[in-house]
């Protein structure tokens, strides 16, 4: 947490839209978070969904093999504990493109979402949009 060179976890934390949900028997997001975020002028711009959250969010918008390689690789990777979601992940972040936030938010037309998995979505898409419009790294990290 030192050093200056580290690109997520060191920066500054500004949280563009928090969408953890308190677990009903102890008040806390206990399940664990999710945080994605932007990278820009040493500024992290995040948003923050809870696990379980993003979980019943992948389970709305999938509705294919649950294994298949067309699943986005986010959300392939969260149910296989690999890449961002897996136990070797960077504890500052781990890269992701545009394109895959982009990938993973194609399957919201026409799925059907409640009303959390929509400000999901919604904020996923600000943030994406936001990122590609000024070239900023965005990254993933969870806890
Ligand atoms: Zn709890």
């Keep these: 947490m030192t050093s200056a060179n580290r690109t997520g976890a060191a920066a500054d934390l500004a949280m563009v839209s928090d969408l953890t949900s308190p ?25 923050r969904v809870d696990r ?6 992948f389970a709305a918008l999938w509705r294919g093999e ?9 959300m392939r990777d969260y149910f296989e504990g690999t890449g961002w979601f897996g136990a070797e992940a960077p504890p500052d972040g781990t890269p992701i493109t545009y394109e895959a936030v982009a ?12 009303e959390h998995a929509r400000g999901v979505c919604a904020a996923l898409r600000g943030l994406a949009a936001d990122a590609d419009a000024t070239a900023a790294p965005l990254f993933i990290y969870y806890d």
């Design 23 to 47: 677990c009903h028997v102890c008040g806390i997001a206990c399940s664990g978070t999710v945080l994605i975020w932007l990278l820009r002028a040493g500024v992290r711009r995040a948003i």
């Design 52 to 57: 379980p959250a993003l979980e019943e969010l």
């Design 66 to 74: 649950p294994r298949s390689d067309a699943m986005p690789a986010l």
């Design 103 to 114: 990938a993973l938010l194609a399957l919201a037309d026409g799925a059907a979402l409640d």
